[in-house]
């Protein structure tokens, strides 16, 4: 199934100070994520941000923060997003089912919120370019058990180009020259 900007949130798993630096390959992924909330602001797609236990973690990466409203972060104890009553609520209102995934760490929180949703009947898309573990030994097992319980795995440009359709629109030109810029 495709990506529908109509039926998608965006989900961004405790991207914080104090667990970013730990995570391999974190630029590339940071820049993923960004990819992947801009699409999001431009196309008007809901985005919802956790935060595991900011007071000891801090919070999301300044580097992202200009791409979501402050009403839409919920602090969790619980690794699974899932278990954040406030989170679901506000997930369940969007009326949405689709929900894009990215976030650390993968073997943590992303996969046992990804778990839940799936067992909540939500579509479930994990962007692979967009999360890290602290060993990738972890974040493969974690994607490779998320897509047996029945999450599509995805890119971020994957999420972009499904999102936007088709080339020759203004939201094309202006999130395709993103890519540009990242080369």
Do not use: W
Request: aromatic share 6%; charged share 25%.
């Amino acid at each position: 199934m495709l990506m529908s900007v109509d039926d998608s949130v965006v989900v961004v798993i405790d991207v914080q100070e104090r667990l970013a630096p730990a995570i391999p390959e974190l630029q590339a992924i940071l820049k993923a994520n960004e990819l992947i909330l801009k699409t999001a602001s431009e196309l008007s797609v809901p985005v919802l941000v956790t935060e595991q236990y900011p007071k000891g973690l801090g919070h999301t990466v300044e580097q992202l923060r200009d791409f979501y409203a402050e009403k839409n972060v919920f602090e969790k104890i619980s690794f699974s997003s899932a278990g954040c009553a406030s989170f679901m609520t506000a997930l369940k209102e969007t009326g949405r089912r689709q929900v894009i995934v990215t976030g650390i760490e993968a073997h943590v929180c992303v996969q046992q919120t990804v778990l839940e949703l799936l067992a909540d009947r939500f579509d479930v898309f994990v962007v692979a370019d967009a999360i890290g573990s602290r060993v990738d030994d972890n974040r493969k097992l974690a994607l490779e058990r998320m897509i047996r319980s029945g999450a599509e795995v995805v890119s971020s440009e994957m999420v972009m180009f499904e999102m936007l359709k088709k080339a020759g629109t203004p939201e094309f030109k202006k999130l395709s020259n993103l890519l540009k810029e990242n080369d």
